[in-house]
């Protein structure tokens, strides 16, 4: 784990001091799409974002998760879903690439799993899952990189905390991975 959070840290950092040509001129494209690679093949999470760029220092964007699995084994808390709105302020020379940081809100549902009945020898007898939706307010910082053909890819990672549901046994929640996409 210590070895992603380095990794992370050093492209993030190494992507402010790229000085390649900036081929992305403000004029040809406003749009981002890109899909979440690792939160699909890591934990089978379909991630999907849209971004609009507003200026060469900043962005606003929205993304949205869906759990396509429903293993409890990996995790006590199982996200189901989120919708999480975000703004990027831009730290490098390009337009709208290399070191960021981001402020997001996340609308998401979790849920948990646990024993509604038990045996006469205290053993789990039956299961149940119970569903929390709540409303996070974060920050995360990443790297983005373009190609000269408007090919994106980003890495990102952060924190955030729920706000609403005392009852949810999820008060953290995380936001991250690795994104391909195209800038348009």
């Given at each position: 784990?210590?070895?992603?959070?380095?990794?992370?840290?050093?492209?993030?950092?190494?992507?402010?001091?790229?000085?390649?040509?900036?081929s992305t001129d403000?004029?040809?494209?406003?749009?981002?799409?890109?899909?979440?690679?690792?939160?699909?093949?890591?934990?089978?999470?379909?991630?999907?974002?849209?971004?609009?760029?507003?200026?060469?220092?900043?962005?606003?964007?929205?993304?949205?998760?869906?759990?396509l699995g429903d293993?409890?084994?990996?995790?006590?808390?199982?996200?189901?879903?989120?919708?999480?709105?975000?703004?990027?302020?831009?730290?490098?020379?390009?337009?709208?690439?290399?070191?960021?940081?981001?402020?997001?809100?996340?609308?998401?549902?979790?849920?948990?799993?646990?024993?509604?009945?038990?045996?006469?020898?205290?053993?789990?007898?039956?299961?149940?899952?119970?569903?929390?939706?709540?409303?996070?307010?974060?920050?995360?910082?990443?790297?983005?990189?373009?190609?000269?053909?408007?090919?994106?890819?980003?890495?990102?990672?952060?924190?955030?905390?729920?706000?609403?549901?005392?009852?949810?046994?999820?008060?953290?929640?995380?936001?991250?991975?690795?994104?391909?996409?195209?800038?348009?």
């Amino acid at each position: 784990m210590k070895k992603l959070y380095a990794l992370l840290v050093f492209l993030c950092l190494s992507s402010s001091y790229l000085n390649a040509q900036d081929s992305t001129d403000p004029t040809d494209g406003r749009d981002e799409v890109k899909l979440g690679l690792f939160n699909l093949v890591a934990f089978k999470y379909l991630d999907a974002s849209y971004e609009r760029l507003i200026d060469e220092e900043s962005s606003f964007g929205i993304a949205g998760l869906i759990n396509l699995g429903d293993d409890f084994d990996i995790f006590d808390y199982l996200r189901e879903f989120s919708i999480t709105p975000y703004y990027r302020r831009y730290f490098s020379k390009g337009y709208a690439k290399g070191f960021f940081v981001e402020g997001f809100g996340m609308l998401n549902q979790s849920s948990d799993e646990f024993s509604s009945s038990f045996d006469e020898f205290g053993q789990p007898n039956g299961f149940a899952i119970e569903k929390f939706n709540d409303l996070a307010i974060g920050v995360s910082l990443g790297g983005k990189f373009i190609s000269k053909r408007g090919f994106v890819a980003e890495v990102y990672g952060g924190i955030g905390r729920n706000l609403l549901n005392s009852a949810n046994p999820v008060e953290v929640v995380g936001r991250g991975g690795i994104s391909l996409g195209f800038r348009f």
